[in-house]
């Protein structure tokens, strides 16, 4: 195998700084800042935007914005499942 191809593979802390959330994890990013970790060894630092303690899909706050009523829509346009089921129970 080549020599010197692979990036540095090594402990790395992610924090989410919108929701005071760390954890440790094992990444190839490259960091200028460095944290104190629990166990007391110093890691890089990686601070990221979003992370499950404050998307809204992970945290239950996630809201479906119908804009425009594109779900009415699509129902007009090509009905609703439980409609089209009840139809063929009824036939039979």
């Known amino acids: 195998m080549k020599s010197d191809i692979h ?3 090594r402990p790395v802390v992610f924090m989410d700084a919108s929701a ?7 990444s190839t990013i ?3 800042e460095t944290i104190e ?5 110093t ?22 914005v ?5 779900v009415e829509r699509f129902e007009r346009r090509y009905g609703s499942r439980r409609k089209g089921a009840d139809k063929t129970e009824t036939a039979e």
Request: without cysteine; glycine residues 6%.
């Open 7 to 9: 990036p540095n593979y």
């Open 20 to 26: 005071d959330f760390s954890f440790l994890t094992r």
């Open 30 to 32: 490259n960091t200028d």
């Open 37 to 41: 970790w629990e166990d007391g060894n």
């Open 43 to 64: 890691y890089p630092l990686a601070k990221v935007d979003i992370s499950s303690a404050s998307h809204p899909f992970f945290t239950g706050t996630m809201k479906i």
């Open 66 to 70: 119908d804009t425009a009523g594109r």
